[in-house]
């Protein structure tokens, strides 16, 4: 016996719902009219779904019963008139296949201070655009589509298609139209009858504060016009974060280097740091800090990216060794060496860089 679960990608406990998503995702993936070859599949799904979504033949079914698998569509006209129920008469709008226009890439770069505050930033790229002189109609000027005789405006007809499962009665787009449910008897001369011209389009892009490196921002039916009223493409914006020499990101966490002397490091001290959004800053640095360690200052860092609060700035702190020395900061520096039974081996100009 046939798996009707597997065929459909389902548990044997399977909602009813779950079962009509699965049976319309493959349904479109393997419809004969769209992807040639697939017959044999598309069969098969929508036979697993005629058992499946019947309560009473599933009930049968997982008790083992056989089925007259030719009398499943015995209530409809056909395959075919399985998916208009799903699909409201084919796969395009009035039943004909219309071509959506293309999706266009763009790349913006923007400072690590904009992606922290969001910024509108103005995209140029050359689309398909809708034709200025006939408004997008393809029609000369004085001259309109007119409905297409062969599908009355349908943009589709029913055909008898023989396949390897016999005489089946499909809806196909119409070859006079191509869909479109009209057709041009007068084209415009400056778009050649499609209602399109390829020129430079300009858009507003609304960067969100808290945005991130690499994402992409999809705006819907912004890209590239289509043909005779079917929808525009969707514009992808993909954002790159420029570096920034005073922070480096973490996430939503900014991390500042800074680096003091040993003196400062044994005593304390206040010193200046760049907060975003907020410019400098003092910042107590506490007696006895080690180098390396991190001071973490919460909420100063990044928005979070549609939702509330930010993260935080976190302050590395290095201790400088310094590369020469004065003879008196060598005379102190020893003495305090012996006050701390410390044992330093060498002189100031064999230890200093460049010396000789």
């Known amino acids: 016996m046939k798996d009707y679960y597997a065929t459909l990608g389902v548990p044997r406990d399977a909602e009813p719902d779950d079962i009509k998503r699965a049976f319309r995702r493959l349904a479109r993936e393997t419809h004969p009219d769209a992807n040639p070859g697939e017959e044999a599949r598309f069969r098969e799904i929508a036979e697993a779904y005629e058992v499946l979504s ?18 499943l569509f015995s209530n409809l006209g056909g395959i075919d008139d399985l998916l208009r129920t799903f699909f409201g008469g084919g796969f395009g709008p009035s039943g004909g296949t219309r071509v959506r226009g293309t999706d266009i890439l763009v790349a913006v770069s923007v400072s690590l201070e904009e992606a922290a505050v969001g910024v509108d930033r103005e995209v140029s790229f050359r689309a398909p655009i809708t034709c200025e002189s006939c408004e ?24 008898a298609r023989r396949t390897v499962f016999g005489d089946v009665s499909a809806i196909s787009t119409c070859d006079a139209c191509g869909g479109a449910g009209t057709v041009i008897e007068d084209p415009c001369p400056i778009c050649a009858g499609s209602g399109l011209v390829d020129d430079i389009r300009s858009v507003t892009v609304q960067i969100p504060p808290g945005i991130g490196d690499g994402v992409r921002l999809r705006l819907a039916g912004r890209g590239g016009g289509a043909e005779r009223g079917a929808p525009a493409g969707d514009l992808y914006v993909e954002l790159s974060i420029e570096s920034d020499p005073r922070w480096r990101r973490e996430g939503d966490d900014l991390v500042h280097a800074v680096s003091i002397g040993l003196s400062e490091a044994v005593f304390g001290t206040t010193i200046s740091i760049p907060v975003i959004e907020e410019g400098e800053v003092p910042l107590d640095i506490p007696a006895a800090t080690a180098h390396g360690t991190v001071l973490r200052l919460r909420g100063r860092g990044m928005p979070r990216l549609r939702r509330r609060g930010r993260g935080d700035l976190l302050v590395e702190i290095g201790i ?37």
Do not use: K, M
């Open 54 to 71: 019947d309560p009473a033949r599933r009930a049968a079914y997982d008790r083992g019963d056989q089925f007259d698998v030719s009398s």
């Open 136 to 159: 997008g109609s393809g029609a000369a000027e004085g001259h309109h589509p007119v409905t297409c005789e062969r599908c009355g405006g349908q943009g589709a007809v029913r055909v």
């Open 320 to 356: 400088a060794i310094p590369e020469s020395l004065s003879a008196e900061a060598e005379e102190a520096l020893r003495a305090y060496a012996v006050a701390q039974s410390e044992s330093p081996s060498g002189s100031r100009r064999r230890w200093r860089r460049g010396g000789n």
